[in-house]
């Protein structure tokens, strides 16, 4: 898959476990659970043979810290999973790397056109 086609899998399968979270109440590491079910293809071989069983749990059991890597607590008292992001910024490192440089690149893009429109 080209880079284009990673990240816009990975903007769906954002979409669709945050619609799935909000509309069903399903905890995170639920859902991510769902979006690793249908995994196919290169994401399912990188799931079931690149990763080990360690980087498995690592994902399927993260949370939300701080800075300082205390766990932060919603209102309930319950501390709050991040499974689903983690999991989701595990595979773009791997198949695209850093996306901090598209930051770089969307606002210089941004700028540009910016640039463009203070012209017209």
């Known amino acids: 898959m080209s880079e284009y086609n990673i990240l816009n899998t990975l903007q769906q399968m954002t979409m669709t476990a945050n619609t799935y979270k909000t ?7 639920a859902t991510a659970e769902l ?11 990188w799931w079931d043979y690149h990763l080990t069983e360690t980087d498995h749990l690592y994902i399927l059991n993260s949370i939300q ?3 300082d890597q205390t766990p932060i607590i919603d209102p309930s008292g319950n501390i709050i999973q991040d499974v689903v992001s983690t999991l ?4 773009s490192l791997h198949f695209v790397g850093n996306p901090s440089h598209l930051k770089y690149k969307n606002t210089e893009l941004l700028s540009n056109l910016n640039s463009v429109q203070k012209a017209q």
């Open 65 to 67: 810290t701080y800075e």
């Open 23 to 29: 509309q069903t109440g399903t905890l995170d590491k």
């Open 35 to 45: 979006l690793i079910a249908g995994f196919s293809g290169q994401l399912k071989g």
């Open 88 to 91: 989701i910024l595990n595979i």
